[in-house]
């Protein structure tokens, strides 16, 4: 049982480059989630999922894109990599619908550098 | 809408001193409370949570936190800290509608020998 795993471990891109984070989780979750975390500010919501097929904005969607590929899988795009986008990128996940208070776990991180 | 504080950026202590993390928070809903731990170069791990009954809950490495409504409080302590406490803890509050977790700026707590 790995949990959530995440790819890759390190990414450096330049300015305008895509690339996509990809997330995977074992536990049977309904919801999955990314968060990025910058230096002093927290984690912050980019986008989440709360069943498979849809997804939803979170506080800070602009730059990205991200599909819910199966019940297991929740990917994040950046289609044009710019240097604000440089951070640490966490997926999450939880048992049950977004609306309940449920433990969310988390991946190891995606550190990513856009230079 | 939802939002934590958390007072102190670092904290340095010496190990088996005590420690308090504080945490503040704002809530226009009911209040589901969160202390993450991430350790270096790893992702967060849920240490305890308050989501109803016992105002005073526990984790299993020795940490409890306190949930005071009249103070919009839910302050991390520890009676005696080990050097392996060494890590960032985040307070988190429940966000609502969207399932997620409003994170604090995290506290930095450094044990020394």
């Known amino acids: 049982n790995a949990g959530v795993t995440q790819t890759p471990k390190f990414q450096v891109l330049k300015t305008g480059q895509s690339m996509t984070l990809q997330c995977a989780q074992d536990?049977?979750?309904?919801?999955m989630y990314w968060y990025r975390q910058d230096p002093g500010m927290g984690l912050r919501l980019i986008y989440y999922?709360?069943?498979?097929?849809?997804?939803d904005k979170g506080e800070v969607p602009n730059g990205y894109n991200v599909s819910r590929l199966n019940k297991r899988e929740f990917s994040l795009r950046l289609e044009s990599a710019a240097p604000s986008q440089t951070s640490v990128y966490f997926c999450?996940?939880?048992?049950?619908?977004?609306?309940?208070?449920?433990?969310?776990?988390f991946g190891p991180g995606t550190r990513l550098t856009v230079l | 809408a939802q939002s934590v504080t958390q007072l102190d950026s670092q904290v340095p202590v010496f190990e088996e001193a005590p420690v308090e993390l504080r945490c503040n928070y704002s809530?226009?809903?009911?209040?589901?409370l969160f202390w993450y731990v991430q350790y270096p170069n790893q992702g967060l791990q849920l240490l305890l949570k308050?989501?109803?009954?016992?105002?005073l809950v526990e984790s299993i490495n020795g940490f409890e936190a306190e949930f005071n409504k009249s103070q919009t409080s839910f302050h991390l302590r520890k009676p005696s800290v080990h050097i392996s406490d060494t890590a960032e803890y985040f307070c988190?509050?429940?966000?609502?509608?969207?399932?997620?977790?409003?994170f604090g700026k995290g506290t930095k707590l450094s044990v020394k020998p």
């Open positions: 809530s226009s809903v009911s209040v589901y």
């Open positions: 536990m049977n979750h309904n919801s």
């Open positions: 999922s709360a069943s498979e097929g849809t997804t």
């Open positions: 988190a509050v429940y966000g609502g509608s969207q399932g997620n977790l409003i």
């Open positions: 999450a996940s939880s048992e049950g619908p977004a609306g309940a208070q449920d433990t969310q776990y």
């Open positions: 308050y989501l109803s009954g016992s105002t």
